[in-house]
Antibody, heavy 125, light 106 residues
């Protein structure tokens, strides 16, 4: 069973960068497609990007292009999300989530399960 | 990008009620539609995937239907633990979520 454990809360100043980690257990990271979703206080879920195994590439939401980088360290089964040029609007809980590709019948379904516990990133001067 | 629109944005209901939440996609997404439940301070939890498949361990009072652009999540008989926020999400192309539906106790 896959479990995702994220790094702790961060406080950053505007203009800085933050790097959030997501440690995988129960599987190796190479077997998974990892995505990142954020949620500003009192707001909805916002997809940031993730690995697309069909293309073999990481895809990013247009809103974050050029400012976000998602990487993986397969030696430690840890995924990372780095967001740069932080502003107050980036204050949010950041989640990693495994995207399951196929169901038990072999149909392509693409759904997020499980999720990490979330990491609060606060951007404040 | 595909836009997902949920309705209503909030809903008040009582224990035992039948509740339906609607999600509409800005273009056809076939059956690449998932539903999540989120409680305050917790990560979202997958309820329904591929529009109508019940995730393992999720009570059978939850069901999903639809294809193309219009989808519904139905809770057949509300239980106290079902009061939460619900999100739809499309995985047909670059992923996106609906804005959420907050289900509150009447």
């Amino acid at each position: 069973q896959v479990q995702l454990v994220q790094s702790g809360a961060e406080v950053k100043k505007p203009g800085a960068s933050v790097k959030v980690s997501c440690k995988v257990s129960g599987y190796t990271l190479t077997e998974l497609s990892m995505h990142w979703v954020r949620q500003a206080p009192g707001k909805g879920l916002e997809w940031m990007g993730g690995f697309d195994p069909e293309d073999g590439e990481t895809i990013y939401a247009q809103k974050f292009q050029g400012r976000v980088t998602m990487t993986e360290d397969t030696s430690t089964d840890t995924a990372y999300m780095e967001l740069s040029s932080l502003r107050s609007e980036d204050t949010a809980v950041y989640y990693c989530a495994r995207e399951s590709q196929y169901d038990s019948s072999g149909y392509l379904t693409r759904r997020f399960d499980p999720w990490g516990q979330g990491t609060l990133v606060t951007v404040s001067s | 990008d595909i836009q997902m629109t949920q309705s209503p944005s909030s809903l008040s209901a009582s224990v035992g009620d039948r509740v339906t939440i609607t999600c509409r996609a800005s273009q056809s997404i076939s059956s690449y539609l998932n539903w999540y439940q989120q409680k305050p301070g917790k990560a979202p939890k997958l309820l329904i995937y591929a529009a109508s498949s019940l995730q393992s361990g999720v009570p059978s009072r939850f069901s999903g239907s639809g294809s193309g652009t219009d989808f519904t999540l139905t809770i057949s008989s509300l239980q106290p633990e079902d009061f939460a926020t619900y999100y739809c999400q499309q995985s047909y192309s670059t992923r996106s979520f609906g804005q959420g539906t907050k289900l509150e106790i009447k």
